[in-house]
């Protein structure tokens, strides 16, 4: 991946520390948004790497530091699942975070798990078009994760919603699943503010590598199709994650004492 000036790669020395800086991000894009449009849109990401940011927001000082009447979150992607299943990102945020702040609960906006994915994918669409009415699709800030395979979000390798250019949100099955899912293209997702992926792990480190500093090769590696057209990417990862990186001056090692 060709690096610009809207690409930070910051590296943290371990999950915790990332976890704050993602927190500290989320903190400072909400107080920005809301100096500048009256609302802060964010949209979340899936599995369990940001359990540890999601428990730090419901708790001070983070807590403290958001006008959470003013805040409308969404999700990147989900899984086809009842929302009480131990499988829904959007159950996880609600357990650990979104519970315990004082957000509306008519802005809490997840896809629907009891439609037809089909259905669910049209109905999140609409959904998006009439909040967004009037105003460039743009979120604010869209936490994203990193798989080992290169996916982020629901964008899976090879996948033919990689080349969807028109819908906000596509169904996505896998011929290796019985679960299928919901996601927000990348043509959406391209047009936020800020693009924030969190990575963490020893497990990470090869597709991190390959992602950030091996050829441009998006079909098989999705996450490289991430990249704002007017706003700013940023990769904050912990260690071990980075552990194969190139060192060079596009990444910031952060101590804990920064």
Known sequence: MKLGAQVVIQVYPDKEAMSRAAAELFVEQAGQALRLR???CVALSGGNTPRRMYEL???PPCRDRVAWAQVQVFWGDERCVPADDPRSNARLARQV????VPIPPQQIHPVSGNLPPE???RAYEALLKSFFAGQPP???LIFLGLGEDGHTASLFPDHEVLNEQVRWAAEVYLA?????RVTLTVSLINQAAVVALLVTGAAKARVLKEVLQGPREP???PAQLVHPQSGALFWLVDQEAASQLQKNPDI???SDDA
């Not at 290796?176 to 299928?180: H, K, S, V, Y």
């Open 219 to 221: 079909r098989r590696l």
């Open 176 to 180: 290796e699943t019985d679960l299928p």
């Open 119 to 121: 259905a669910a994918a």
């Open 57 to 59: 927001l419901a708790q």
């Open 252 to 254: 910031k090692f952060i």
């Open 38 to 40: 009256g609302r802060f």
């Open 138 to 140: 743009s979120f604010d």
């Open 97 to 100: 975070w979104l519970d315990q």
